[in-house]
């Protein structure tokens, strides 16, 4: 049982206790605060704001006489849980957030700095130099006609191999295109190197990946704001970025490229 779950059972006790008109003296009111401060001091430890806070809550009352009435008493205990309720469904609430973090993180696949997804188009003499200029830096190009099928869709295949820290997308001038208010073709991207870097951007995060584009070729704006480097001069800049990006990148090794 998780201590959300355990502290959660303790918190709902507190509405069937108020109900009962108990004292402070009542047995089930001593079991329930002994399972209260035995959760509170393994949770939190003994030197604990939320330990010595309830330590010091009033479940009973500071003053009285031979002659204070019994509903006195229910009441100063009635208070004292009612005050307790607010402050552990604050800490209910933080360990409810605890727990759903971690298992986000749990769920999370580690991503691999080994590795570099190659998102391209059909000009392979620049897809096999990028993933040639990786391998010298021990990276693994991922480039996925290179990946099995397994019986797998296209972006089944993408998804199975994304758990990378960045991917380069090679915007080469591959297709034409252009818009109803212009009469000139202007080059393209293929649609599918548009998709996938898209798919990158998503999942990755825009600094986390790295655009090659030709000369001339007609960029997508949601794409103008993000800094990439032109495929004529650009082995430097790239192991640049990925050495940004937290990749181990030796320098030293291009000059055997």
Same mark, same amino acid.
């Given at each position: 049982m ?10 709902n ?12 003296s %009542? +047995?089930y ?7 209260a401060? *035995?959760?509170?001091l393994? &949770?939190?430890?003994?030197? !604990? ?5 309830f ?6 009352l500071?003053?009285?006489t031979?002659n ?10 009635q ?29 999370t696949?580690?991503?691999?700095y080994?590795?570099v ?22 990276? %693994? +190009?991922?480039?996925l006609s290179e990946?099995?099928?397994?019986? *797998?869709?296209?972006?089944? &295949?993408?998804?199975?191999? !994304? ?20 009469e000139?073709d202007?080059?393209?991207?293929r ?6 870097t ?11 990946i790295?655009?090659?584009?030709d ?6 704006s ?36």
């Amino acid at each position: 049982m998780s201590d959300y779950e355990t502290f959660a059972r303790i918190v709902n006790e507190i509405p069937t206790l108020i109900e009962a008109n108990i004292t402070a003296s %009542d +047995p089930y009111f001593q079991a329930w605060k002994i399972k209260a401060k *035995r959760f509170l001091l393994t &949770k939190y430890g003994e030197d !604990s704001l939320e330990y010595s806070s309830f330590l010091e809550t009033d479940f009973s009352l500071c003053v009285f006489t031979g002659n204070t009435p019994h509903s006195e008493f229910v009441g100063a205990c009635q208070n004292g849980l009612e005050t307790t309720r607010v402050v552990f469904k604050t800490y209910l609430d933080e360990m409810a957030e605890e727990e759903e973090n971690q298992t986000k993180v749990a769920a999370t696949p580690l991503l691999d700095y080994k590795s570099v997804f190659i998102v391209h188009g059909h000009d392979g003499e620049l897809k096999q130099s990028v993933a040639r200029i990786l391998e010298k830096q021990d990276i %693994d +190009p991922i480039i996925l006609s290179e990946q099995t099928n397994q019986g *797998r869709t296209i972006i089944e &295949k993408i998804e199975a191999n !994304s758990n990378v820290c960045c991917a380069i997308c090679l915007l080469t001038a591959d297709d034409f295109g252009r818009s109803k208010s212009v009469e000139s073709d202007a080059p393209r991207a293929r649609q599918n190197v548009v998709l996938e870097t898209g798919y990158f951007w998503g999942k990755l995060g825009r600094e986390r990946i790295i655009i090659l584009v030709d000369n001339g070729v007609e960029l997508p704006s949601d794409l103008s704001g993000v800094v990439y480097t032109n495929t004529t001069d650009w082995q430097f800049a790239l192991l640049s970025e990925l050495a940004d990006k937290g990749y181990e990148i030796d320098f030293k090794k291009m000059v055997k490229l």
